[in-house]
Every structure is written in structure tokens, then in C-alpha cells.
């Protein structure tokens, strides 16, 4: 069993900044992946990045590209979202989920958090 705990969600103007984690606990050993995925009201959950367990590669929606960055700190089992840049339509509740391979795609997470909203006004 794995447990996401997300945390670091607000509001916050139009080009401010937001840092996002979510610690990991329980049988994380067979953890590769880590993700973030958020969804909008009435909008279908949708890939925001995802990091493997060595740190890299990385990879990222294009909408987050060059504002968004994900890391992670193994001593800590903590995946970290570094939100820049901040728009309106980046509100959503996020969450972070684990997976046994890196992927974009939301079935490929086994394990998720419950989320943490943001909510980013014009």
C-alpha cells in the first residue's frame, strides 16, 4: 500500500507562484514514477508532469511548459511542483499519484492523493 498526502495549495494573483508537495509513505519500493494531475470544474482530469524515482527524466503538459517544475527529494519521499507564472486557467485541484512506470496517462497511476486546490485569480 502506498499514501500520498498533498499540501501547498492557495490562492494566488495572476504570475505569482505556488510550490506544491506530496509526501509518499507505506510500500513506496515499488514506486518508479511520480505525478501530478489536476482538474478544473465540469473538465476531465489532465497530465500536469511527472518525475522518475532517480529524479529524471522529466516530463510535462505543454500548457505547464517553462513555468511549471517538478522534483523530488528521495531522503524525504517527497515529489515537489514548483508552479510559476501562474494563470487563471491553471486553477484546479491537484494530485499526485505514483506509478510503476513514467507516463502522461492517467490510468498508468495506481496510487493517488486526495488533492489540493489552487485557485489563481485574474
Known amino acids: 500500500q502506498v499514501q500520498l498526502v498533498e499540501s501547498g495549495g492557495g490562492l494566488v494573483q495572476a504570475g505569482g507562484s505556488l510550490r506544491l508537495s506530496c509526501a509518499a509513505s507505506?510500500?513506496?519500493?515499488?514506486?518508479?514514477?511520480m505525478g501530478w494531475f489536476r482538474q478544473a470544474p465540469g473538465k476531465e482530469r489532465e497530465f500536469v508532469a511527472a518525475?522518475?524515482?532517480?529524479?529524471?527524466?522529466?516530463l510535462y503538459a505543454d500548457s505547464v511548459k517553462g513555468r511549471f517544475t517538478i522534483s523530488r527529494d528521495n531522503a524525504k519521499n517527497t515529489v515537489y511542483l514548483q508552479m510559476n507564472m501562474l494563470k487563471p486557467e491553471d486553477t484546479a485541484v491537484y494530485s499526485c499519484?505514483?506509478?510503476?512506470?513514467?507516463?502522461?496517462?492517467?490510468?498508468?497511476?495506481?496510487?493517488w492523493g486526495q488533492g489540493t486546490r489552487v485557485s489563481v485569480s485574474s
Open positions: 499519484a505514483a506509478s510503476i512506470i513514467l507516463s502522461t496517462r492517467v490510468n498508468e497511476y495506481a496510487y
Open positions: 507505506g510500500r513506496t519500493f515499488s514506486i518508479h514514477a
Open positions: 518525475i522518475t524515482r532517480s529524479g529524471g527524466p522529466t
